[in-house]
């Protein structure tokens, strides 16, 4: 059975840092894509980042690049999403999902406040 | 950037009765479209993909349908554990794009 398990959430001041960890289970992580998405206090789903089977690839949205990054430890079976210079506009649930297209399993996923 | 638009935003509906969802792409997106469930406190589950198919272990009073820029959830017969919000994504171009959300309520 397939297991995504998302932590690292919290409360983090604007312009802070976190750093996200996804530990996978039940399928070879190494042979899938894997991407987070993000749901907003009362928003729809968001999606943030994706990055290839081998991590050779990510991909970001506008809203976030340059300032989060998207990375992967196949030795670990681990999906982490570093966030830095955070913002109020930041905070969500984030999801932890395996694919893109579509994300066929996702995690319980954490939640991120980013507050003064 | 591809709009996804779920209509209505809302939907009640009474136990066995059917609902319908709309779902529409700003452009074509072929049948690169996925809807998925949503509860509070739960993982999002996935429903169908390929616009049609339904995923491993769904029910078949889920379907899919539509092609290009307009797109069908239909639930039919809705059980009280369907009461969700359900949202649809294109995923024929980066970057991926969620609609708003349909809320169903039973």
């Known amino acids: 059975e397939v297991e995504l398990l998302e932590s690292g959430g919290g409360l983090v001041q604007p312009g802070g840092s976190l750093r996200l960890s996804c530990a996978a289970s039940?399928?070879?992580?190494?042979?899938?894509?894997m991407s987070w998405v993000r749901q907003a206090p009362g928003k729809g789903l968001q999606w943030v980042s994706t990055?290839?089977?081998?991590?050779?690839?990510?991909y970001y949205a506008d809203s976030v690049k340059g300032r989060f990054t998207i990375s992967r430890d196949s030795s670990k079976n681990t999906l982490f999403l570093q966030m830095s210079s955070l913002r109020a506009d930041d905070t969500a649930v984030y999801y932890c999902?395996?694919?893109?297209?579509?994300?066929?399993?996702w995690g319980q996923g954490t939640l991120v406040t980013v507050s003064s | 950037e591809i709009v996804m638009t779920q209509s209505p935003a809302t939907l009640s509906v009474s136990p066995g009765e059917r609902a319908t969802l709309s779902c529409r792409a700003s452009q074509s997106v072929s049948s690169s479209l996925a809807w998925y469930q949503a509860k509070p406190g739960q993982a999002p589950r996935l429903l169908i993909y390929g616009a049609s198919n339904r995923a491993t272990g769904i029910p078949a009073r889920f379907s899919g349908s539509g092609s290009g820029t307009e797109f069908t959830l239909t639930i039919s017969s809705l059980q009280s554990d369907d009461s969700a919000v359900y949202f649809c994504q294109q995923y024929s171009y980066w970057p991926l794009t969620f609609g708003g959300g349909t809320k169903v309520e039973i």
């Open positions: 039940g399928f070879t992580f190494s042979r899938f894509d």
């Open positions: 990055i290839s089977n081998s991590g050779e690839t990510t």
């Open positions: 999902g395996k694919g893109w297209g579509p994300v066929d399993h």
